[in-house]
T-cell receptor, first 114, second 115 residues
Framework: DAGVIQSPRHEVTEMGQEVTLRCKPI?????LFWYRQTMMRGLELLIY????????DSGMPEDRFSAKMPNASFSTLKIQPSEPRDSAVYFC????????????FGPGTRLTVL | AQSVSQHNHHVILSEAASLELGCNYS??????LFWYVQYPGQHLQLLLK??????LVKGIKGFEAEFIKSKFSFNLRKPSVQWSDTAEYFC?????????????FGSGTRLSIRP
């Protein structure tokens, strides 16, 4: 299995631009999670989906952030408009049902907003 | 609110020293416990996990962790560390039996090994 796939791996953009991050979970995993990691705030859960439905988006920082999961094999996290404080590494993770199941992380997207 | 505490933010050891990283959680019911490792510039990977059964769990690369229910703890140990263990270590908890329970991560402990 290829694991969780994220694209792009690096993104540099200017303040005010729209940014779209993409994630393909492991096949058969019906939970998908989006995290943000910064030095200041550590690892933060932004939102997670179960069977393509958003379950908890309480971690989404503000209305500039939105996430979708149109099907079981694809999710996007969009920031519009982007700001310098959004600079971080964004990880996607997926897992099978069952609380004891392992969450598998993607390689992350390093976002820099100038 | 449920939380996970990792009291050591940064630990510095010499090679061959023994390691113990603390992890405490606040949840009185059934829990599933995890330790993840993040090597520099990489994503989080599972080191080991506890779901049920023997409270002493062995993971990859010589790591182990012990679940002590009475202390709400799941400390990570390794008898002899190597330079390649330099990484950030995250303890995580999934409370309850429900598969809808989300994983709660601690703030992480950065481990630096002196060669």
């Amino acid at each position: 299995d290829a694991g969780v796939i994220q694209s792009p791996r690096h993104e540099v953009t200017e303040m005010g631009q729209e940014v779209t991050l993409r994630c393909k979970p492991i096949s058969g995993h019906d939970y998908l999670f989006w995290y943000r990691q910064t030095m200041m705030r550590g690892l933060e859960l932004l939102i997670y989906f179960n069977n393509n439905v958003p379950i908890d988006d309480s971690g989404m920082p503000e209305d500039r952030f939105s996430a979708k999961m149109p099907n079981a094999s694809f999710s996007t996290l969009k920031i519009q408009p982007s700001e310098p404080r959004d600079s971080a590494v964004y990880f996607c993770a997926s897992r099978r049902p069952g609380p004891g199941d392992t969450q598998y992380f993607g390689p992350g997207t390093r976002l820099t907003v100038l | 609110a449920q939380s996970v505490s990792q009291h050591n933010h940064h630990v510095i050891l010499s090679e061959a020293a023994s390691l113990e990283l603390g992890c405490n959680y606040s949840y009185g019911g059934t829990v599933n416990l995890f330790w993840y490792v993040q090597y520099p510039g990489q994503h989080l990977q599972l080191l080991l996990k506890y779901f049920s059964g023997d409270p002493l769990v062995k993971g990859i690369k010589g790591f182990e962790a012990e679940f002590i229910k009475s202390k709400f703890s799941f400390n990570l140990r390794k008898p002899s560390v190597q330079w390649s263990d330099t990484a950030e270590y995250f303890c995580a908890v999934v409370p309850g039996y429900s598969s809808a329970s989300k994983i709660i991560f601690g703030s992480g402990t950065r481990l630096s090994i002196r060669p």
